[in-house]
T-cell receptor, first 113, second 115 residues
Framework: QQQVKQSPQSLIVQKGGISIINCAYE??????FPWYQQFPGKGPALLIA?????SEKKEGRFTISFNKSAKQFSLHIMDSQPGDSATYFC????????????FGGGTRVLVKP | GAGVSQSPSNKVTEKGKDVELRCDPI?????LYWYRQSLGQGLEFLIY????????KSGLPSDRFSAERTGGSVSTLTIQRTQQEDSAVYLC?????????????FGPGTRLTVL
């Protein structure tokens, strides 16, 4: 059972453009929603995270939008740069379940100069 | 300070052999997680340790997989009688406290190839 669905699988955007990645979850017990960035040969690194009592969180060029009723959340990367080219994973976890992360399938983002 | 380290970085083994993968978490982190990243299954949870509590083994795919954490620090993931479908990158992560939204820091992973 895929509890977190992520789309699109891949994305190409021009430098300066906006990258948008969407995720949907099923388990209403999830209480933490992080986004991870992964470069080839490296482990995932936390980019930004949100809790369900907040509808939006912005950190620099990265924004999470969260819709609790729809059980959806998204990552917006503004002014995309070639250095943002990476694979992005959304995830969700529940404190009651030990904070173990359930990941989406990943989105490979390519920013063209 | 030092991050999460894993060894070896790469491991090639023959089908049927046993392998051990090591994880050194960030000093002082009480929670330690193992995940597996493969082309077919994406990133999936395997097992986690929190302090002295019994580990949550709910993600282990078969009884060939086991893990231990000694002294609340270093962890070893053991795969017995390896199969080709075990080929994947095995990632370890640690976090400092057992609270909602606590960041998990990932190591670089061990790439396991079973021939």
């Amino acid at each position: 059972q895929q509890q977190v669905k992520q789309s699109p699988q891949s994305l190409i955007v021009q430098k300066g453009g906006i990258s948008i990645i969407n995720c949907a979850y099923e388990n209403t017990a999830f209480d933490y929603f992080p986004w991870y960035q992964q470069f080839p040969g490296k482990g995932p690194a936390l980019l930004i995270a949100i809790r369900p009592d907040v509808s939006e969180k912005k950190e620099g060029r990265f924004t999470i939008s969260f819709n609790k009723s729809a059980k959806q959340f998204s990552l917006h990367i503004m002014d995309s740069q070639p250095g943002d080219s990476a694979t992005y994973f959304c995830a969700a976890s529940s404190q009651a379940a030990g904070n173990k992360l359930t990941f989406g399938g990943g989105t490979r983002v390519l920013v063209k100069p | 300070g030092a991050g999460v380290s894993q060894s070896p970085s790469n491991k090639v083994t023959e089908k049927g052999k046993d392998v051990e993968l090591r994880c050194d978490p960030i000093s002082g982190h009480t929670a330690l997680y193992w995940y597996r990243q493969s082309l077919g299954q994406g990133l999936e949870f395997l097992i986690y340790f929190q302090g002295n509590s019994a580990p949550d083994k709910s993600g282990l795919p078969s009884d060939r997989f086991s893990a231990e954490r000694t002294g609340g620090s270093v962890s070893t993931l053991t795969i017995q009688r390896t199969q080709q479908e075990d080929s994947a990158v095995y990632l370890c992560a640690s976090s400092s406290t057992y609270r909602v939204g606590n960041e998990q820091f990932f190591g670089p992973g061990t790439r396991l190839t079973v021939l």
